[in-house]
Protein backbone atom coordinates (compact mmCIF):
# COMPACT_ATOMS: atom_id res chain seq x y z
CA UNK A 1 0.00 0.00 0.00
CA UNK A 2 0.98 3.87 -0.16
CA UNK A 3 1.30 5.72 2.33
CA UNK A 4 2.22 9.68 2.04
CA UNK A 5 4.18 10.96 5.36
CA UNK A 6 3.61 15.12 5.45
CA UNK A 7 5.67 17.01 7.90
CA UNK A 8 5.18 20.50 8.63
CA UNK A 9 8.74 22.29 9.94
CA UNK A 10 8.59 23.71 13.30
CA UNK A 11 8.94 27.40 13.69
CA UNK A 12 12.73 28.93 14.68
CA UNK A 13 14.05 25.31 13.93
CA UNK A 14 16.72 26.32 11.16
CA UNK A 15 19.86 25.60 13.42
CA UNK A 16 18.33 22.60 14.45
CA UNK A 17 17.69 21.25 10.90
CA UNK A 18 21.28 22.11 10.02
CA UNK A 19 22.76 20.67 12.73
CA UNK A 20 21.22 17.14 12.18
CA UNK A 21 20.67 17.51 7.88
CA UNK A 22 23.51 15.15 7.36
CA UNK A 23 21.94 12.33 9.66
CA UNK A 24 18.25 13.32 8.31
CA UNK A 25 19.72 12.35 4.82
CA UNK A 26 21.61 9.37 6.05
CA UNK A 27 18.45 8.36 7.40
CA UNK A 28 16.40 8.51 4.23
CA UNK A 29 18.72 6.23 2.48
CA UNK A 30 19.27 3.64 5.22
CA UNK A 31 17.44 0.24 5.28
CA UNK A 32 15.02 1.50 7.42
CA UNK A 33 13.76 3.72 4.17
CA UNK A 34 13.88 0.89 1.33
CA UNK A 35 10.40 1.51 0.63
CA UNK A 36 10.66 5.45 -0.04
CA UNK A 37 9.17 5.81 -3.68
CA UNK A 38 8.94 9.47 -3.42
CA UNK A 39 10.45 12.31 -1.27
CA UNK A 40 10.75 15.63 -1.70
CA UNK A 41 10.61 19.31 0.31
CA UNK A 42 7.36 21.03 0.65
CA UNK A 43 7.31 24.99 -0.03
CA UNK A 44 4.38 27.36 0.36
CA UNK A 45 2.21 28.54 -2.57
CA UNK A 46 3.01 32.24 -2.80
CA UNK A 47 6.24 32.41 -4.42
CA UNK A 48 8.56 32.51 -1.99
CA UNK A 49 9.75 29.47 -2.16
CA UNK A 50 10.21 29.09 1.57
CA UNK A 51 10.37 25.79 2.94
CA UNK A 52 7.41 24.21 4.91
CA UNK A 53 7.94 20.84 5.17
CA UNK A 54 8.46 17.26 3.59
CA UNK A 55 6.52 14.52 1.57
CA UNK A 56 7.80 11.13 1.32
CA UNK A 57 5.81 8.40 -0.44
CA UNK A 58 6.36 5.05 0.93
CA UNK A 59 5.07 1.65 -0.67
CA UNK A 60 4.70 -0.61 2.63
CA UNK A 61 3.25 -3.55 3.67
CA UNK A 62 1.87 -2.51 6.37
CA UNK A 63 1.98 1.29 8.13
CA UNK A 64 4.35 -0.04 11.06
CA UNK A 65 6.94 0.34 8.39
CA UNK A 66 6.43 3.73 8.19
CA UNK A 67 5.70 4.71 11.98
CA UNK A 68 9.38 2.27 12.53
CA UNK A 69 10.93 4.99 9.84
CA UNK A 70 9.38 7.91 11.17
CA UNK A 71 10.32 7.26 14.80
CA UNK A 72 14.18 6.87 13.68
CA UNK A 73 14.19 10.46 11.77
CA UNK A 74 16.53 12.58 13.23
CA UNK A 75 14.42 15.65 11.95
CA UNK A 76 11.33 13.98 14.41
CA UNK A 77 13.33 13.40 17.33
CA UNK A 78 15.17 16.53 17.00
CA UNK A 79 12.15 19.13 16.78
CA UNK A 80 12.90 20.56 13.60
CA UNK A 81 8.91 18.50 12.49
CA UNK A 82 6.05 19.91 14.94
CA UNK A 83 3.23 17.96 13.22
CA UNK A 84 3.50 14.67 11.11
CA UNK A 85 0.34 13.21 9.37
CA UNK A 86 0.07 9.34 7.87
CA UNK A 87 -2.58 8.76 5.54
CA UNK A 88 -2.47 6.30 3.12
CA UNK A 89 -2.93 7.14 -0.61
CA UNK A 90 -4.65 5.21 -4.25
CA UNK A 91 -2.45 6.01 -7.04
CA UNK A 92 -4.43 6.58 -9.82
CA UNK A 93 -2.21 7.84 -12.31
CA UNK A 94 1.10 7.44 -13.62
Known sequence: MLICRLAYDAAGQD????TH??????HL???LAKSIVQSG???TPDGQNRKIGAL????VADMGEVERFNAADPFISNGVYDRVEFMRWDKTIG
Open 21 to 26: YDAHRA
Open 29 to 31: RSE
Open 41 to 43: PLF
Open 15 to 18: AVRK
Open 56 to 59: IVFD
